[in-house]
């Protein structure tokens, strides 16, 4: 169903061992470590080293304006038991007239090889498509980065082609400072259609639980 609003709503989304939610000023510490990560670092724009400062100027003005203003909308990746915040995903680059959004995601280095990433984008597509009308979720991800092509694989993404000298990574020097590198960018996309059996697949290849009422869906 899509909101008459222009903005997202403050919505949060589960499954069996995730809750996405809006961010929140207490995320401002776990946040700060989890961009302050070599590969988050590496394979992102943000800037570096990533100060409480820039975590608190997103988490409370530049993310919540975005959401208001319909242009985005980003989740906190929480553990469902812990609550400890284990990533980000950040749906932007909205077109409401072609009902499509493109994903980036991070997972804190604390919480890698669990299938929070696929667990966490796939709650958030369905959400965009089920509840928002969304038609296309397209994934970016850059020609070195196999972690994230294999996150967009697996969550049924049909790579489309590449874009030529896209995008700037980063590396480290032998001295230890970062460098920009220029590189290719892999289009990926993800239609509703797309969806069909994805959890079940993943579920039965030990990924991750199964969850068959995923996702649940609650509105504060």
Not at 10 to 37: H, K, Q, W, Y
Not at 119 to 135: H, I, K, N, P, R
Not at 207 to 214: G, I, K, S
Request: with cysteine; charged share 25%; aromatic share 8%.
């Amino acid at each position: 169903m899509t909101s008459s609003s222009p903005g997202f709503p403050d919505i949060s989304l589960s499954t069996d061992r995730l809750v996405l939610r809006p961010l929140d000023e207490a995320d401002v510490p776990e946040f700060t470590e989890m961009m302050n990560d070599e590969l988050v670092a590496a394979w992102t724009s943000v800037p570096t080293p990533y100060t409480r400062a820039d975590a608190r100027e997103w988490i409370t003005l530049r993310a919540p304006a975005e959401r208001a203003a319909g242009t985005g909308v980003a989740f906190a990746v929480t553990e469902l038991l812990t609550q400890r915040l284990v990533g980000t995903v950040h749906l932007r680059n909205v077109d409401r007239r072609v009902r499509a959004a493109e994903a980036a995601y991070v997972i804190a280095p604390w919480a890698r090889g669990e299938g929070y990433a696929c667990e966490s984008v796939l709650a958030a597509a369905g959400w965009l498509f089920d509840d928002q009308g969304f038609e296309r979720l397209e994934l970016r991800t850059a020609a070195d980065n196999t972690a994230s092509q294999q996150v967009a694989q697996k969550i049924g993404c049909i790579s489309e082609g590449v874009l030529r000298n896209a995008w700037i990574a980063r590396a480290r020097t032998e001295e230890g400072h970062w460098t920009e590198l220029r590189t290719d960018l892999i289009v990926w996309s993800l239609l509703p259609e797309d969806l069909d059996g994805v959890a079940e697949e993943l579920a039965q290849g030990g990924t991750y639980a199964h969850y068959p009422n995923w996702p649940g869906r609650h509105h504060s």
